[in-house]
């Protein structure tokens, strides 16, 4: 009976010490994010810009040329194929580091979407195209 009573609480502690040991790995992980934020911004950024500037040309850059404006619908279209794009320029590993860098996958993706739309309503391209329509 002692001996069973030992065993457990052995056991007990041996579950105790894992759960704080990956606690411990957790929390450096996360400080290393932290630590290193910059530099992951900066690859962040540096593919969110290229792949901008593909689906730029490959699909904003007629509306500029005709100076029309494209459709709601369209933007929305062309603002998805800029996430998958990023994450495909990013690769699957990297595409988890920053999803555990921003928390989760819905934080991730709101934040790849707005560096679009704002990009997207900073493109002096467009301003003009806009104001040629108002003439």
């Known amino acids: 009976m002692e001996l069973a009573i030992f ?35 900066t690859i962040l950024n540096y593919h969110m810009e290229k792949a901008y500037d593909i689906i730029h040309k490959d699909n904003f850059l007629v509306y500029s040329l005709e100076g029309t404006k494209p459709s709601e619908e369209d933007i929305n279209k062309h603002s998805k194929e800029f996430a998958v794009l990023v994450m495909n320029m990013i690769g699957p590993m990297m595409e988890k580091e920053f999803i555990f860098l921003y928390g989760d996958e819905s934080s991730f993706y709101f934040n790849l979407l707005e560096f679009f739309n704002n990009k997207y309503e900073d493109d002096e391209i467009r301003k003009t195209a806009l104001n040629n329509i108002g003439n």
Do not use: A, H, Q
């Open 7 to 41: 065993l457990y609480g052995i056991l007990g502690i041996s579950v105790i010490s894992l759960i704080f040991y990956i606690k411990e790995l957790f929390d450096k992980k996360r400080m290393n994010y932290i630590n290193n934020y910059t530099n992951y911004i």
